[in-house]
Nanobody
């Protein structure tokens, strides 16, 4: 069983930056690919970014490419999402997810474990 806990959400002005974190309670964190997804009010949960177990492979949604950066620290069992140049359309609840594989995926159905989410609000 993997427990994921997101933190770092909040209110930020458009153009600002925010970093959200996800701490995993699992002994073999380095054996999990990790992903970030988000869900805006009235919309389906969508892919944001993903990272392989070693951190060498990363994937991004087109809407965040060049603005967001996913990274991980396997020694701290933590994955991060650095969000720069935030836009009001980035407003959502951000979820991290874990997949028992070394290969990251953009498909939410490939992830077995999910956190409770952290809310990010970008004001215009």
């Amino acid at each position: 069983q993997v427990h994921l806990a997101e933190s770092g959400g909040g209110l930020v002005q458009a153009g600002g930056s925010l970093r959200v974190s996800c701490a995993a309670s699992v002994r073999t964190f380095s054996m999990y690919a990790m992903g970030w997804f988000r869900q805006a009010p009235g919309k389906e949960r969508e892919f944001v970014a993903a990272i392989g177990w070693s951190g060498s492979s990363t994937y991004y949604a087109d809407s965040v490419k060049g603005r967001f950066t996913i990274s991980r620290d396997n020694a701290k069992n933590t994955v991060y999402l650095q969000m720069n140049s935030l836009k009001p359309e980035d407003t959502a609840v951000y979820y991290c997810a874990a997949r028992p594989s070394d290969i990251a995926s953009m498909n939410r159905n490939d992830y077995a474990y999910w956190g409770q989410g952290t809310r990010v609000t970008v004001s215009s």
